[in-house]
């Protein structure tokens, strides 16, 4: 049986010492892992040209629903994992393994089924235009077959971070990177299957990545899966849930932004090509504004494990020092990246495709977008902090507040008013909103943890 002291230094080590430690893993991680969208769009672009692009970036909506279940359980179990080590509950953590297992599996194989069925009409209802359709459609058709290995690997990858081994949840993401970058020419050049060969290559990258995940638990240290424990164990199952439904939440207000800004370019374009430009455009400039904000994913991927188990195991002032931590550092790389990208904008976009009108679009857009760049760090760390601490309602909430309750009334408003070239403008807005919120939160969340190490402080 696992040793129940095999993360016992998540509540000794210096908290500075510890972030870095798992933080630097998650950040490489969560850098290669956007690499998957990175190098098809860069592979597409000169192979099959903007079209191509445009299929792929409508297939985002339909991918983020997907990864938005996936999340549920993987961080919700990852989360859960963090609790049980700190309370010293092995036993409870391999059955969180084993559920989650179980819950993937049922998800998937229903979800793929639905989404076989009613494939068509989901993509013209997220906005497509007429020349992009074909490429999301054949994009969509392989890669929901496939779609259980990404769960595996990247749900995985999220618990075994969880139960201290970052070196390992690294491993596995860039294993699965570096296969993709290099089945990609094979399928998309070589083979000539275009965007069909795309999908393929992720498919066979992620079965991979997902095999050492599976081998991981297997042979276990601080968890183990046991397949007596894939099924649903119902007392923990709706923490899980709990737990994960923020994240879960989170990533499909972005699936309805995604729709928004498409059928946005379809409104207030002029024709079907200029819209597929601009839906192109976007299917740059998120993945690029994604990546930036990789380094501050890693660091809040990299305190999660820590609050989590700090929290069960009441040391209050640890938990104080990586939540100002991890705000202080994903803040400072976000503003950084920020400057460095609108300098570098053009000669970035062009990596991408050859097509003057497209880059023109692209770079405009993506210099607008990175100006909210510098807000987004705090609203990453606020709802993970409440994520990893069990308050899944004031996670829920604090990630909707982005997405929802600022960004979707921007994106009908916006434009409105200045047209086209407006709706770039919405995610700033809303990101310096959001922000600003954030902050005044983690300063009422650090009086409080302040109170609470006051009380258990020990009496003379």
């Keep these: 049986m696992p040793s129940s002291h095999a993360s016992d230094f998540m509540g000794t080590e210096p908290v500075h010492r510890l972030l870095r430690r798992f933080a630097l893993p998650a950040m490489v991680s969560a850098l290669v892992n956007c690499l998957y969208n990175i190098v098809d769009r860069l592979y597409l672009g000169h192979a099959v040209g903007p079209d191509a692009i445009a299929g792929l970036a409508l297939t985002m909506p339909y991918m ?20 049980m080590l700190g309370e010293k509950k092995p036993e409870e953590a391999n059955r969180v393994l084993g559920q989650a297992l179980a819950m993937y599996l049922l998800f998937i194989f229903t979800f793929q089924a639905l989404g076989l069925i009613f494939l068509d009409q989901t993509l013209r209802f997220m906005g497509t235009t007429g020349s992009a359709l074909p490429h999301a459609r054949a994009y969509l058709q392989i890669i929901l ?50 965007i069909r060969g795309a999908a393929v290559a992720t498919i066979l990258a992620m079965a991979i990545s997902s095999s050492w995940v599976m081998l991981h638990f297997l042979r276990g240290k601080a968890v183990r899966l046991h397949f007596r424990n894939v099924r649903i164990h119902w007392h923990l199952f709706w923490r899980v849930i709990s737990i994960g439904l923020a994240p879960c939440v989170m990533q499909c207000l972005n699936s309805v932004i995604f729709i928004f800004y498409n059928r946005g370019f379809l409104q207030y374009a002029e024709d079907d090509a200029q819209a597929t430009l601009y839906i192109a455009a976007f299917g740059i400039v998120n993945p690029i504004l994604m990546t930036l904000l990789m380094p501050a994913f890693g660091i809040n991927m990299g305190a999660q494990p ?55 679009v692209t770079t ?45 009334p921007m994106l009908i408003l916006l434009p409105m008013l200045g047209g086209l070239k407006a709706i770039w403008w919405a995610g700033p807005a809303a990101d310096a909103l959001a922000g600003f919120l954030c902050w005044g939160l983690l300063f009422h969340e650090i009086r409080r943890l302040r109170r609470l190490q006051q009380e258990d402080a020990p009496r003379p």
Excluded at 64 to 83: C, D, K, R, W, Y
Excluded at 159 to 183: C, P, Y
Excluded at 322 to 346: N, P
């Design 145 to 194: 077959w496939g779609n259980i290995f990404q769960h595996l690997s990247f749900g995985g990858s999220n618990i075994v971070r969880a139960e201290g081994d970052s070196l390992t949840a690294m491993g596995v993401i860039v294993l699965g990177a570096v296969m993709n970058i290099i089945l990609d020419p094979i399928f998309i050049f070589g083979l000539g299957m275009g």
């Design 364 to 408: 405009h857009g993506l210099r607008v977008a990175v100006l909210g760049l510098s807000f987004i760090g705090v609203g990453i760390i606020t709802s993970t902090y409440y994520q990893s601490t069990g308050r899944a309602t004031v996670s829920i909430l604090v990630g909707c507040l982005r997405q929802g309750v600022v960004l979707i």
């Design 306 to 360: 820590i609050i989590g188990y700090n929290t069960g195991a009441k040391l209050y002032g640890r938990v104080e020092k990586t939540l100002k931590l991890a705000q202080t550092l994903g803040t400072a790389i976000c503003v950084s990246l920020a400057i460095l990208c609108f300098l570098l904008a053009r000669p970035l976009v062009s990596l991408f495709c050859r097509s003057e009108d497209l880059i023109q």
């Design 64 to 83: 983020i629903v997907l990864t938005a279940f996936g999340m549920m359980i993987g961080q919700g179990s990852g989360a859960m994992v963090s609790l």
